[in-house]
């Protein structure tokens, strides 16, 4: 099986995160983006793994979710290993890195509404 490359797995983990809290609260793609004035579409291309967010993106979605930013880059399940510790240090650092490397490429403003 091959290995996702880190800013895939976290894109996935990120399009799941944003859908399950936009559902747990019962909102619709529509009513989450005229909370965050971001537009419909691109919520639905985050939700989609066509598009990344900016880190202000992130932060809006996190109010208005009311968690903390990094749930949103969480994997839902945890995963069932003995040394938890290493494993949030290595999960720390590989969301730290792609999330670099993510605002390094898309480091526009992507949460004007498009018309």
């Not at 639905?44 to 903390?68: G, Q, R, W, Y």
Request: charged content about 35%.
């Amino acid at each position: 099986m091959k290995k996702l490359s880190t800013e895939v797995y976290l894109k996935n983990i990120l399009a799941k995160n944003i859908k399950r809290f936009r559902e747990d609260m019962h909102l619709s793609q529509m009513d989450l983006a005229s909370i965050t004035d971001i537009s419909s579409n691109f919520i639905n291309d985050m939700e989609h793994e066509k598009k990344c967010p900016s880190i202000k993106t992130i932060a809006k979605l996190a109010d208005v979710f009311k968690v903390e930013p990094y749930r949103l880059l969480w994997p839902e399940k945890e995963l069932n290993i003995n040394n938890r510790d290493i494993f949030k240090e290595e999960l720390v650092n590989s969301i730290t890195l792609a999330v670099n490397e993510m605002v390094d490429r898309h480091s526009g403003d992507d949460t004007k509404k498009s018309v």
